[in-house]
């Protein structure tokens, strides 16, 4: 299930369908600032959806299609977008097609750096619509490795 949330309307485009820099509030995110891998951290209230890996995302063609309940907070032309994950950053290309807007070009070295698997969810915020500027939480997709869970009497205990 892929989910929008709005907090308030961030994005205002210009004639050509650009944001411009008067247009968009900035939000700007510390450079001390970390995060690990075991925590997740609570939403900041900023536009956000979220994404469960599939095959495409792990293997060729190694992209990403954002939800289109999203585009509207998003540029309306081709550029380069920032993933930001663990105080790490990647740089992607964000590009607009004929009916879908996706992350490729550097969504690869993302995905494998984190070591993204079939099933695991990814949430998506973004903190600053100008650089199209992701903060990216990862949860584990993968079940525990039991026996146990087969049954109803019996669940599957995560930790």
Same mark, same amino acid.
């Given at each position: 299930?892929?989910?929008? $949330?709005?907090?308030?309307?961030?994005?205002?485009?210009?004639?050509?369908?650009? +944001? *411009?820099?008067?247009s968009?509030q900035?939000? *700007? !995110?510390?450079?001390?600032?970390?995060?690990s891998q075991a925590?997740i951290?609570?939403?900041?209230?900023?536009?956000?959806?979220?994404?469960?890996?599939w095959?495409?995302?792990? =293997?060729?063609?190694?992209?990403?299609?954002?939800?289109? =309940?999203?585009?509207q907070?998003?540029p309306?032309? =081709?550029t380069?977008?920032?993933l930001?994950?663990?105080?790490?950053?990647?740089?992607v290309?964000?590009?607009? #097609?004929?009916?879908?807007?996706?992350?490729?070009?550097?969504? $690869?070295?993302?995905?494998?750096?984190?070591? +993204? $698997?079939?099933?695991?969810?990814c !949430?998506?915020?973004?903190m600053?619509?100008?650089?199209?500027?992701f #903060?990216?939480q990862? +949860?584990?997709?993968? +079940?525990?490795? #039991? #026996?146990?869970?087969?049954?109803a009497e019996?669940p599957?205990?995560?930790?």
């Amino acid at each position: 299930m892929i989910g929008v $949330r709005r907090s308030k309307r961030l994005l205002k485009q210009s004639q050509d369908g650009c +944001l *411009s820099q008067e247009s968009t509030q900035r939000v *700007s !995110v510390e450079a001390g600032a970390s995060f690990s891998q075991a925590e997740i951290f609570p939403l900041q209230g900023k536009p956000y959806f979220t994404y469960i890996i599939w095959k495409y995302q792990i =293997n060729k063609p190694f992209y990403l299609v954002i939800p289109a =309940n999203f585009h509207q907070f998003l540029p309306s032309c =081709n550029t380069k977008a920032i993933l930001w994950h663990q105080s790490k950053e990647w740089v992607v290309d964000y590009v607009i #097609r004929k009916t879908y807007k996706v992350l490729n070009g550097g969504w $690869r070295k993302f995905a494998t750096d984190n070591n +993204l $698997r079939l099933g695991d969810a990814c !949430v998506f915020e973004l903190m600053d619509a100008e650089k199209v500027m992701f #903060r990216v939480q990862i +949860l584990d997709g993968q +079940l525990p490795e #039991r #026996r146990e869970g087969v049954r109803a009497e019996i669940p599957i205990l995560i930790d």
